[in-house]
């Protein structure tokens, strides 16, 4: 005697076995439905990808922030040199690591700002001209 459903025959068994495959076996997009997808934003609309409120006051050290990887830190010019460049770092963070001096051992990005002559609060900027 065959196990199965008594509630529907063979085929229609087959059929609703595949339409589930992508989410029991964990496939991307096995439940995407094109009218659950989200509607990009409209032409009057703000950028989402944009962080309100943030502007340039530490817009400059998010963005140096993102290519120092936590795998990196504490570390030293060269492991943070290494993540940046894992990190596809562009040409004026990795100049700005490789203006580090060798052989200190940073803990956190913001050390490493402070280290650059910048402070949290005035990114890009000497710490001698903010004042």
């Given at each position: 005697m065959?196990?199965?459903?008594?509630?529907?025959?063979?085929?229609?068994?087959e059929?609703?076995?595949?339409?589930?495959?992508?989410?029991?076996?964990g496939?991307?997009?096995?439940?995407?439905?094109?009218w659950?997808?989200?509607?990009?934003?409209?032409e009057?609309?703000p950028?989402?990808t944009r962080?309100?409120?943030i502007?340039?006051?530490n817009?400059?050290l998010s963005?140096?922030?993102?290519y120092?990887?936590l795998?990196?830190?504490?570390?030293?010019?060269r492991?943070?040199?290494?993540?940046a460049?894992?990190?596809?770092?562009?040409?004026d963070?990795?100049?700005?690591l490789?203006?580090l001096?060798d052989?200190v051992?940073?803990?956190?990005?913001?050390?490493?700002?402070?280290?650059?002559?910048r402070?949290?609060?005035?990114?890009?900027?000497?710490s001698d001209t903010?004042?």
């Amino acid at each position: 005697m065959e196990r199965g459903s008594s509630k529907h025959s063979s085929r229609v068994d087959e059929q609703m076995k595949h339409e589930v495959l992508g989410t029991v076996q964990g496939i991307a997009g096995g439940r995407a439905e094109e009218w659950k997808m989200a509607e990009p934003a409209g032409e009057d609309q703000p950028d989402p990808t944009r962080t309100a409120g943030i502007g340039t006051l530490n817009g400059d050290l998010s963005r140096f922030g993102r290519y120092i990887g936590l795998s990196a830190l504490p570390g030293d010019r060269r492991a943070l040199r290494h993540s940046a460049l894992t990190l596809e770092a562009p040409e004026d963070v990795l100049a700005d690591l490789d203006s580090l001096p060798d052989g200190v051992v940073y803990q956190t990005v913001v050390e490493i700002w402070a280290a650059l002559g910048r402070r949290p609060d005035l990114p890009g900027r000497d710490s001698d001209t903010a004042h």
